[in-house]
């Protein structure tokens, strides 16, 4: 397993499976609005009628029907800002993980913004993907 950290936005990112990791109640924190706008509003529409929360472990998986360089959209639900931590972060990357063999996807893209831990986000990132 190869595993390449950079700085990219998401709307560039070409991969398999492209996955966003949100919190409750921050579904309008970038990237999420600019994705939106490249899917025709499909992801705001699917979000809203399926009351999608972002509670940790829900998810919400889209084609992107070659509107995006990313052939799939994986939201994954990370929980409320207080109960993020490393543990989260793993359980996101092992989810995107299990999605992208479902997939049959070879490769995927966690796109996670700029945080005070990063660090050890990206560690658990890692421990999550193997």
Do not use: C, Y
């Amino acid at each position: 397993m190869e595993i390449k950290f950079r700085d990219i936005g998401a709307e560039n990112i070409k991969t398999d499976l492209l996955v966003l990791a949100v919190q409750e109640k921050d579904l309008e924190a970038a990237p999420l609005p600019a994705l939106d706008r490249r899917l025709k509003g499909k992801v705001r529409e699917r979000l809203q009628n399926g009351k999608f929360t972002a509670s940790e472990g829900s998810s919400l998986l889209f084609p992107t029907l070659g509107m995006l360089p990313s052939s799939h959209l994986l939201i994954i639900g990370l929980g409320g800002a207080k109960e993020t931590d490393s543990d989260s972060w793993r359980k996101a990357a092992a989810r995107a993980r299990k999605e992208a063999a479902n997939l049959g996807a070879s490769n995927i893209a966690l796109f996670f913004p700029d945080i005070p831990e990063a660090a050890a986000a990206g560690a658990a990132i890692v421990e999550g993907a193997l």
